[in-house]
């Protein structure tokens, strides 16, 4: 089954405490992104991915890391989290339409509580 | 600024109605516009894409409509079922990134 998977669903980590967030897609997308999604506000990019060993910032970056050594994952790492990093994250992958879209597909999310 | 405003933020109906989801954006330039779907406590599912040219989309019940020139768009449920009850979500393309609206939650009630 094609899908994007993330680990943990739910994390309650305290400040400072360096943690690590997976993704992995079994799509062969080379197109994968980070988002945070916050009462109130849509949907934020964090970072993306357009191939491996190729990242950039989106949105709202700091605080934030990632790598691409894989096609296939793409973990998103908090290296000190602080409290207004409490949210839920999504990962998308994405592939180029034939119409010249990037069609997304999110992962289940995971909800992360720091305190 | 590049803005998407969703009305309602959340819509009550009873099973069998039919409802109308509105969509207001800015984006400038516009490249697509998406409607997605969001359960609780899953990710977005993608319902329709649509570009400048297209002014309606169907995906079963629901409906999509575009209207460039406003720069709107609305999500149209027909008969609506329990498993309706979500988040919709409209996202507005520039081209190069995506631009999420806040959503509105709709329940549908039996």
């Known amino acids: 089954e094609a899908q994007v998977t993330q680990n943990p669903r739910y994390l309650i980590t305290v400040t400072g405490k360096k943690l690590t967030v997976t993704c992995s897609q079994n799509?062969?997308?080379?197109?994968m992104s980070w988002y945070r999604q916050d009462p109130g506000l849509g949907l934020r990019q964090i970072y993306y991915?357009?191939?491996?060993?190729?990242?950039d910032k989106g949105d709202v970056p700091e605080g934030y890391k990632v790598s691409r050594k894989e096609k296939r994952n793409f973990p998103l790492i908090l290296e000190s989290p602080s409290p207004n990093q409490t949210s839920l994250y999504f990962c998308?992958?994405?592939?180029?339409?034939?119409?010249?879209?990037?069609?997304?597909?999110f992962g289940p999310g995971t909800r992360l509580t720091v305190t | 600024k590049n803005q998407v405003e969703q009305s309602p933020q959340s819509l009550i109906i009873l099973e069998g109605k039919n409802c109308t989801l509105q969509?207001?954006?800015?984006?400038?330039?516009?490249?697509?516009l998406r409607w997605y779907k969001q359960d609780t406590g899953r990710g977005p599912v993608s319902l329709t894409i649509?570009?400048?040219?297209?002014n309606t989309k169907s995906n079963g019940r629901y409906t999509a409509t575009l209207d460039a020139d406003t720069k709107q768009s609305s999500l149209h449920i027909t008969a609506s079922q329990l498993s309706d009850s979500a988040s919709y979500i409209c996202?507005?393309?520039?081209?190069?990134?995506?631009?999420f609206g806040t959503g509105t939650r709709l329940q549908v009630f039996p």
């Open positions: 991915s357009m191939n491996v060993e190729a990242t």
């Open positions: 799509m062969n997308h080379e197109y």
């Open positions: 969509c207001n954006y800015t984006v400038s330039p516009f490249s697509n």
């Open positions: 996202v507005v393309s520039p081209g190069d990134k995506l631009i």
């Open positions: 649509m570009t400048f040219s297209e």
């Open positions: 998308a992958s994405s592939f180029i339409h034939s119409t010249g879209f990037y069609e997304q597909y």
